[in-house]
Protein backbone atom coordinates (compact mmCIF):
# COMPACT_ATOMS: atom_id res chain seq x y z
CA UNK A 1 0.00 0.00 0.00
CA UNK A 2 1.53 3.60 -0.73
CA UNK A 3 1.49 5.72 1.81
CA UNK A 4 -0.06 8.40 0.06
CA UNK A 5 -3.42 7.70 -1.98
CA UNK A 6 -3.70 9.84 -5.08
CA UNK A 7 -7.53 10.29 -4.80
CA UNK A 8 -9.78 8.62 -7.51
CA UNK A 9 -13.48 9.17 -7.44
CA UNK A 10 -14.26 12.34 -5.90
CA UNK A 11 -17.52 13.31 -3.77
CA UNK A 12 -19.10 16.63 -4.63
CA UNK A 13 -20.98 16.53 -1.50
CA UNK A 14 -19.83 18.60 1.18
CA UNK A 15 -20.95 19.24 4.63
CA UNK A 16 -20.74 23.11 5.19
CA UNK A 17 -21.74 22.78 8.51
CA UNK A 18 -18.66 20.42 9.60
CA UNK A 19 -16.02 21.97 7.36
CA UNK A 20 -12.13 21.37 8.19
CA UNK A 21 -10.91 23.79 10.18
CA UNK A 22 -7.62 24.41 8.48
CA UNK A 23 -6.91 23.77 4.76
CA UNK A 24 -2.93 24.17 3.97
CA UNK A 25 -2.20 23.84 0.21
CA UNK A 26 0.85 23.50 -1.77
CA UNK A 27 0.13 25.65 -4.95
CA UNK A 28 2.21 23.74 -7.50
CA UNK A 29 2.25 23.44 -10.75
CA UNK A 30 2.43 26.90 -12.20
CA UNK A 31 5.80 25.93 -14.19
CA UNK A 32 4.14 23.48 -15.99
CA UNK A 33 0.49 25.56 -16.74
CA UNK A 34 2.71 27.95 -18.54
CA UNK A 35 4.70 25.32 -20.13
CA UNK A 36 1.68 23.56 -21.76
CA UNK A 37 0.30 27.28 -23.23
CA UNK A 38 4.21 28.13 -24.73
CA UNK A 39 4.73 31.06 -22.04
CA UNK A 40 7.31 31.97 -19.62
CA UNK A 41 6.86 30.27 -16.11
CA UNK A 42 6.54 33.70 -14.05
CA UNK A 43 2.84 33.77 -16.61
CA UNK A 44 2.52 30.31 -14.48
CA UNK A 45 3.22 32.03 -11.44
CA UNK A 46 0.81 35.18 -11.91
CA UNK A 47 -2.26 33.15 -13.36
CA UNK A 48 -1.32 31.02 -9.57
CA UNK A 49 -1.67 34.39 -7.69
CA UNK A 50 -5.00 34.66 -9.41
CA UNK A 51 -6.12 31.42 -8.14
CA UNK A 52 -4.97 31.76 -4.60
CA UNK A 53 -6.86 35.02 -4.46
CA UNK A 54 -9.96 33.28 -5.68
CA UNK A 55 -9.58 30.58 -3.10
CA UNK A 56 -8.45 32.81 -0.60
CA UNK A 57 -11.93 34.58 -0.96
CA UNK A 58 -13.95 32.03 -1.45
CA UNK A 59 -12.42 30.26 1.87
CA UNK A 60 -13.78 33.40 3.87
CA UNK A 61 -17.01 33.18 2.59
CA UNK A 62 -17.71 29.54 3.47
CA UNK A 63 -16.19 29.95 6.55
CA UNK A 64 -12.97 28.12 6.83
CA UNK A 65 -10.20 29.35 10.15
CA UNK A 66 -7.53 29.03 8.29
CA UNK A 67 -5.87 28.87 5.08
CA UNK A 68 -2.24 28.65 4.62
CA UNK A 69 -0.38 28.25 1.58
CA UNK A 70 2.92 27.81 0.74
CA UNK A 71 4.01 30.39 -1.86
CA UNK A 72 8.00 30.11 -1.47
CA UNK A 73 10.01 27.76 0.10
CA UNK A 74 13.63 27.62 1.72
CA UNK A 75 15.27 26.15 -1.70
CA UNK A 76 13.02 27.91 -4.06
CA UNK A 77 15.77 30.74 -3.83
CA UNK A 78 17.66 27.85 -5.74
CA UNK A 79 15.63 29.38 -9.51
CA UNK A 80 16.77 31.93 -11.81
CA UNK A 81 17.06 35.41 -10.36
CA UNK A 82 13.89 36.08 -12.84
CA UNK A 83 11.63 33.81 -11.38
CA UNK A 84 12.45 34.99 -7.41
CA UNK A 85 12.09 38.08 -8.83
CA UNK A 86 8.34 37.40 -10.51
CA UNK A 87 7.30 36.00 -7.18
CA UNK A 88 8.52 38.54 -5.15
CA UNK A 89 6.59 41.18 -7.60
CA UNK A 90 3.61 39.07 -7.60
CA UNK A 91 3.71 38.78 -3.77
CA UNK A 92 4.20 42.83 -3.46
CA UNK A 93 1.41 43.64 -5.58
CA UNK A 94 -0.81 41.06 -3.82
CA UNK A 95 -0.07 42.70 -0.66
CA UNK A 96 -0.28 46.05 -1.37
CA UNK A 97 -3.78 45.18 -2.87
CA UNK A 98 -4.47 43.42 0.56
CA UNK A 99 -3.70 46.44 2.00
CA UNK A 100 -5.83 48.52 -0.10
CA UNK A 101 -9.34 46.35 0.77
CA UNK A 102 -8.12 45.32 3.86
CA UNK A 103 -11.37 47.36 5.66
CA UNK A 104 -13.45 46.04 3.34
CA UNK A 105 -12.66 42.18 2.83
CA UNK A 106 -11.17 42.20 6.83
CA UNK A 107 -9.11 38.78 6.42
CA UNK A 108 -6.50 38.30 9.00
CA UNK A 109 -3.09 37.83 7.07
CA UNK A 110 -0.13 36.37 8.96
CA UNK A 111 3.35 35.07 7.19
CA UNK A 112 5.19 32.01 8.51
CA UNK A 113 8.80 31.85 7.59
CA UNK A 114 11.97 34.01 7.73
CA UNK A 115 11.33 37.28 6.24
CA UNK A 116 14.77 38.71 6.99
CA UNK A 117 16.17 37.72 3.24
CA UNK A 118 13.25 39.70 1.67
CA UNK A 119 14.11 42.92 0.71
CA UNK A 120 12.74 45.77 3.50
CA UNK A 121 9.89 46.73 1.23
CA UNK A 122 8.61 43.85 0.73
CA UNK A 123 8.80 43.16 4.80
CA UNK A 124 7.73 45.95 5.84
CA UNK A 125 4.47 44.75 3.57
CA UNK A 126 3.93 41.97 5.32
CA UNK A 127 4.33 43.48 8.67
CA UNK A 128 1.88 46.16 8.07
CA UNK A 129 -0.79 43.39 6.52
CA UNK A 130 -0.32 41.70 9.50
CA UNK A 131 -0.56 44.21 11.78
CA UNK A 132 -3.50 46.29 10.52
CA UNK A 133 -5.70 42.51 10.33
CA UNK A 134 -4.41 41.27 13.09
CA UNK A 135 -7.52 42.00 15.09
CA UNK A 136 -10.10 40.36 12.09
CA UNK A 137 -12.10 37.60 13.19
CA UNK A 138 -12.90 35.05 10.68
CA UNK A 139 -10.50 32.83 7.95
CA UNK A 140 -6.70 33.59 8.67
CA UNK A 141 -4.45 33.16 5.82
CA UNK A 142 -0.84 32.17 6.46
CA UNK A 143 1.55 32.72 3.69
CA UNK A 144 4.18 30.66 3.92
CA UNK A 145 7.35 32.90 2.62
CA UNK A 146 11.05 31.71 2.63
CA UNK A 147 9.47 28.81 4.63
CA UNK A 148 10.78 25.33 5.38
CA UNK A 149 9.76 22.91 7.54
CA UNK A 150 13.08 21.83 8.67
CA UNK A 151 14.27 25.20 9.33
CA UNK A 152 11.02 25.58 11.29
CA UNK A 153 12.04 22.78 13.70
CA UNK A 154 15.75 23.66 13.69
CA UNK A 155 14.84 26.92 14.70
CA UNK A 156 12.73 26.25 17.86
CA UNK A 157 15.34 23.76 18.82
CA UNK A 158 17.68 26.48 18.83
CA UNK A 159 15.49 28.65 21.26
CA UNK A 160 14.83 25.44 23.40
CA UNK A 161 18.51 24.95 23.86
CA UNK A 162 19.42 28.68 24.49
CA UNK A 163 16.24 29.31 26.92
CA UNK A 164 17.55 25.29 28.79
CA UNK A 165 21.35 26.15 28.85
CA UNK A 166 20.42 29.74 30.15
CA UNK A 167 17.80 28.26 32.90
CA UNK A 168 20.06 25.25 33.69
CA UNK A 169 16.62 22.82 32.76
CA UNK A 170 17.12 19.57 32.61
CA UNK A 171 16.78 18.33 28.60
CA UNK A 172 14.01 15.48 29.69
CA UNK A 173 11.56 18.68 30.80
CA UNK A 174 11.34 19.22 27.13
CA UNK A 175 8.25 18.51 25.61
CA UNK A 176 6.21 18.52 22.42
CA UNK A 177 4.60 22.01 23.85
CA UNK A 178 7.96 23.50 23.89
CA UNK A 179 8.57 22.75 19.97
CA UNK A 180 4.94 23.92 19.21
CA UNK A 181 4.97 27.33 20.64
CA UNK A 182 7.97 28.36 18.86
CA UNK A 183 7.10 27.36 15.36
CA UNK A 184 6.09 30.10 13.18
CA UNK A 185 2.60 28.63 13.49
CA UNK A 186 2.13 28.98 17.22
CA UNK A 187 -1.57 29.17 18.03
CA UNK A 188 -2.91 28.15 14.85
CA UNK A 189 -3.97 24.48 15.15
CA UNK A 190 -2.89 21.79 13.23
CA UNK A 191 -3.59 21.76 9.24
CA UNK A 192 -7.02 19.25 9.06
CA UNK A 193 -6.45 18.78 5.26
CA UNK A 194 -3.49 19.67 3.03
CA UNK A 195 -4.09 19.90 -0.51
CA UNK A 196 -1.46 19.32 -2.87
CA UNK A 197 -2.19 20.09 -6.91
CA UNK A 198 0.14 19.04 -10.14
CA UNK A 199 0.05 15.12 -9.60
CA UNK A 200 3.17 15.56 -7.46
CA UNK A 201 3.29 13.53 -4.25
CA UNK A 202 5.41 14.38 -1.76
CA UNK A 203 5.38 16.79 1.28
CA UNK A 204 8.31 19.15 -0.45
CA UNK A 205 9.17 20.28 3.24
CA UNK A 206 6.11 21.92 4.14
CA UNK A 207 4.99 22.15 7.42
CA UNK A 208 6.64 18.58 9.24
CA UNK A 209 5.69 19.06 12.49
CA UNK A 210 2.01 20.06 11.93
CA UNK A 211 1.11 17.70 9.20
CA UNK A 212 1.80 14.63 12.05
CA UNK A 213 -2.57 14.06 11.65
CA UNK A 214 -3.42 15.65 8.45
CA UNK A 215 -5.09 14.56 5.93
CA UNK A 216 -3.77 14.42 2.50
CA UNK A 217 -4.95 15.43 -0.73
CA UNK A 218 -3.35 15.26 -3.91
CA UNK A 219 -4.93 15.76 -7.70
CA UNK A 220 -3.54 16.07 -11.33
CA UNK A 221 -4.88 19.48 -11.10
CA UNK A 222 -2.33 22.28 -12.23
CA UNK A 223 -2.75 24.78 -9.44
CA UNK A 224 -3.87 27.59 -11.71
CA UNK A 225 -6.82 25.86 -13.15
CA UNK A 226 -7.57 24.61 -9.40
CA UNK A 227 -11.13 26.32 -8.59
CA UNK A 228 -13.69 26.51 -5.77
CA UNK A 229 -15.37 23.44 -7.49
CA UNK A 230 -11.94 21.28 -6.30
CA UNK A 231 -11.46 22.77 -2.82
CA UNK A 232 -15.17 21.22 -2.71
CA UNK A 233 -13.97 18.03 -3.91
CA UNK A 234 -11.04 17.94 -1.61
CA UNK A 235 -13.38 18.37 1.81
CA UNK A 236 -15.93 16.17 0.18
CA UNK A 237 -13.36 13.56 0.08
CA UNK A 238 -11.54 15.14 3.68
CA UNK A 239 -15.15 14.33 5.27
CA UNK A 240 -15.49 10.48 4.05
CA UNK A 241 -11.90 9.77 5.87
CA UNK A 242 -11.95 8.11 9.15
CA UNK A 243 -9.44 10.11 11.26
CA UNK A 244 -8.02 8.10 14.06
CA UNK A 245 -5.17 9.88 15.30
CA UNK A 246 -3.41 6.62 16.09
CA UNK A 247 -6.35 5.80 17.82
CA UNK A 248 -8.89 2.99 16.80
C1 LIG B 1 5.26 26.03 -7.34
O1 LIG B 1 5.02 25.76 -8.71
C2 LIG B 1 4.95 27.45 -7.06
C3 LIG B 1 5.81 28.33 -6.48
C4 LIG B 1 7.17 27.95 -6.03
C5 LIG B 1 5.42 29.75 -6.30
C6 LIG B 1 4.01 30.00 -5.86
C7 LIG B 1 3.73 31.45 -6.00
C8 LIG B 1 2.55 31.99 -6.38
C9 LIG B 1 1.33 31.20 -6.60
C10 LIG B 1 2.43 33.46 -6.63
C11 LIG B 1 2.57 34.38 -5.46
C12 LIG B 1 1.77 34.02 -4.28
C13 LIG B 1 0.89 34.80 -3.62
C14 LIG B 1 0.41 34.34 -2.28
C15 LIG B 1 0.33 36.07 -4.15
P1 LIG B 1 6.25 25.40 -9.67
O2 LIG B 1 6.84 26.66 -10.15
O3 LIG B 1 7.22 24.53 -8.94
O4 LIG B 1 5.54 24.63 -10.82
P2 LIG B 1 6.16 23.41 -11.67
O5 LIG B 1 6.39 22.28 -10.71
O6 LIG B 1 5.08 23.11 -12.66
O7 LIG B 1 7.42 23.91 -12.31
Redesign the pocket.
Known amino acids: MPIFQKTSQPDHSVDFANLPRHVAI????????A?KRGLP?TA???A??E???TIATYCKEIGLDYLT?????TE?WK?PQDEVNA?MG??K??LLESIEKMERDRVKMAFFGDLSPLTPELRALCQRTQEISKNYEGCQVN?CLNYGGRDEITRAVRGIAADWLKEGRDPASITEQDITSRLFSAGVPDPDLIIRP?G?IRTSNFLLWQSAYSEYYFTDV??PDFTKEELIKAIGAFQKRSRRFGGV
Open positions: IMDGNGRWKRGHAGATFRVYAFSNRILLKYISELW
